[in-house]
């Protein structure tokens, strides 16, 4: 909602729903929240299987061929139990990120009973999207695969087959810092160990098969590294300065006071600094997830 012509040029001024129609925005609305969301996108999905394959991939290589082998036991145990919990807050971070809600609009909610309800000033501005047919809040864009208004939509990214925005752009953090350092920490150990368990042949493989793996876990590594270290630092900015990527694209001048630094981070990782940050489980709650996989089953298909 806004009170100038900020949008004017990717908002279509349509009519509203006709006063007779027969969509019903609280049964639409309570019908969301007792659904999980998951997006049906063909290529999403590859890809998000592609992610946790490399993910898997990387944890069978430092595991099987570098460290149960190794002859140095703290080394293995330290380095295993540091790697395999960064796998594990990287991959659980990304499941978070690809089955939370990023801040969907409402589908379908411009009817004039809706309206009435808003109690708007005389003079006040909204805007209705075409595509969904819903009340477009300030900040919010469309996205053409989600289908939806996202709310502070940042991007779509098919890697976790969901959108960044508002609600899991914590989480997507989360998964760009696990993954870094899951990525980092083979590459250290590769040129730090990995040219002693190839002389010393510990390894289970043969040794060609054993160079193989691990020419293939490095470039995994340094191109899994560069595509994270992007995106976190681009994500950091834009949290720093309380302006998503579309915006800035855009080059949209900010109708909405921006927050401090400290402030925008506290406000997407929620309240003050302490372990929760880095918690990827935190407000998870299985029994409400398998209650809304039973009652209404996978919520946008797109």
Not at 82 to 104: I, K
Not at 127 to 136: F, G, M, R, W
Not at 221 to 241: D, E, K, P, R, Y
Not at 285 to 292: A, F, G, Q, S
Request: aromatic residues 10%; contains cysteine; proline residues 5%.
């Amino acid at each position: 909602m806004q009170s100038s012509g900020h949008r004017f040029r990717d908002v279509e001024h349509h009519p509203l729903l006709a006063e007779n129609d027969s969509y019903d925005s609280s049964s639409s609305e309570a019908d969301m929240a007792e659904r999980v969301w998951f997006i049906r996108d063909g290529c999403g999905m590859v890809c998000a299987i592609m992610t946790w394959l490399l993910v898997v991939y990387a944890d069978f290589v430092v595991t099987f061929v570098m460290l149960l082998p190794s002859k140095d036991f703290w080394y293995s145990v330290i380095n295993g139990v540091l790697f395999n919990c960064l796998a594990v807050l990287a991959l659980s971070s990304h499941l978070r990120t690809m089955l939370t809600d990023p801040g969907a609009v409402p589908k379908g909610n411009a009817t004039k009973e809706y309206m009435d309800n808003l109690q708007l000033k005389p003079g006040e501005v909204i805007y209705k999207c075409p595509k969904c047919c819903s009340i477009k809040p300030e900040r919010a864009h469309h996205c053409s695969i989600c289908k939806r208004c996202i709310r502070k939509m940042d991007h779509h990214c098919p890697w976790v087959n969901n959108c960044v925005g508002e609600k899991n752009q914590r989480f997507f953090v989360l998964f760009t810092v696990s993954a870094n350092q899951q990525q980092l920490d083979p590459i250290r150990a590769v040129m730090a160990y990995g040219a002693y368990v190839l002389l010393a042949e510990c390894s289970d493989f043969s040794p060609p098969v054993t160079v193989i793996l691990m020419i293939f876990l490095c470039l995994e590594g340094f191109l899994f590294l560069t595509f994270t270290a992007v995106m976190f630092g681009t994500q950091i900015h834009s949290i720093c300065n309380d302006e998503t990527e579309i915006e800035r694209l855009k080059s949209e001048k900010p109708t909405w006071e921006r927050r401090l630094r400290w402030e925008g981070m506290k406000s997407v990782f929620g309240g003050q600094p302490s372990l929760l940050w880095i918690n990827p489980f935190a407000g998870f709650r299985i029994r409400r997830l398998l209650l809304r996989a039973k009652k209404g089953g996978p919520e946008f298909s797109v």
